[in-house]
Antibody, heavy 120, light 106 residues
Framework: QVTLKESGPGMLQPSKTLSLTCSFS??????????VSWIRQPSGKSLEWLAA???????YYNPSLKSRLTVSKDTSNTQVFLKITSVDIADTATYYC????????????WGPGTMVTVSS | EIVLTQSPTTMAASPGEKVTLTCRAS?????MHWYQQKSGASPKLWIY???NRASGVPNRFSGSGSGTSYSLTISSMETEDAATYYC?????????FGSGTKLEIK
């Protein structure tokens, strides 16, 4: 079955770079049509799509955050990474990774999320 | 960017009551998708492509709509349906989510 799990630092200071990992099983990012996205949710607020990477290595970013985001994947195609530079308090949120099939425009599987707090 | 406005923001329904949640888009979209999120958990795909129930979703849930107006309906509210529901579009980049409707049991 498809599972995803996010991991991150838990807490970091403002101006630092946030590094997140999404580890997944039940599918491979080398399979045509597979896409993994990052989505975040501040506590008590709605969801914000951040970035995505597909089976072909093509990368997609939310224009509002593009300058600060870098998405990548590992060579085994079982992990996806997200880096966010120059974090501030507004980046405090739960970060999710989610799977999408390229032919679909919704997310069918989500990880449980990892909470990140930006604080000095 | 397409803005999705959900209404109501919060509502409470009694068991057995019919419930309708609305999502309005700032521009026309081709499809709407819905997620259910319970407290402390990640969102779950609930309705996709406007009217298709995701795997395991009870048939008391239905989705409909077109253009700029979409809805999710529960024919008969049950206790387990209490959650926050989000709509999502990707007819236009970037994909966006609605602000959510928190549905409580009365």
């Amino acid at each position: 079955q498809v599972t995803l799990k996010e991991s991150g630092p838990g807490m970091l200071q403002p101006s630092k770079t946030l590094s997140l990992t999404c580890s997944f099983s039940g599918f491979s990012l080398s399979t045509s049509g597979m896409v993994v996205s990052w989505i975040r949710q501040p506590s008590g607020k709605s969801l914000e799509w951040l970035a995505a990477i597909d089976w072909d290595g093509d990368k997609y970013y939310n224009p509002s955050l593009k300058s600060r985001l870098t998405v990548s994947k590992d060579t085994s195609n079982t992990q996806v990474f997200l880096k966010i530079t120059s974090v501030d308090i507004a980046d405090t949120a739960t970060y999710y990774c989610a799977r999408r099939r390229a032919a679909d425009w919704y997310f069918d599987f989500w990880g449980p999320g990892t909470m990140v707090t930006v604080s000095s | 960017e397409i803005v999705l406005t959900q209404s109501p923001t919060t509502m409470a329904a009694s068991p057995g009551e019919k419930v309708t949640l609305t999502c309005r888009a700032s521009s026309s979209v081709s499809y709407m998708h819905w997620y259910q999120q319970k407290s402390g958990a990640s969102p779950k795909l609930w309705i996709y492509d406007t009217s298709n129930r995701a795997s395991g979703v009870p048939n008391r849930f239905s989705g409909s709509g077109s253009g700029t107006s979409y809805s999710l309906t529960i024919s008969s509210m049950e206790t387990e349906d209490a959650a926050t529901y989000y709509c999502q579009q990707w007819s236009s980049n970037p994909l966006t989510f609605g602000s959510g409707t928190k549905l409580e049991i009365k």
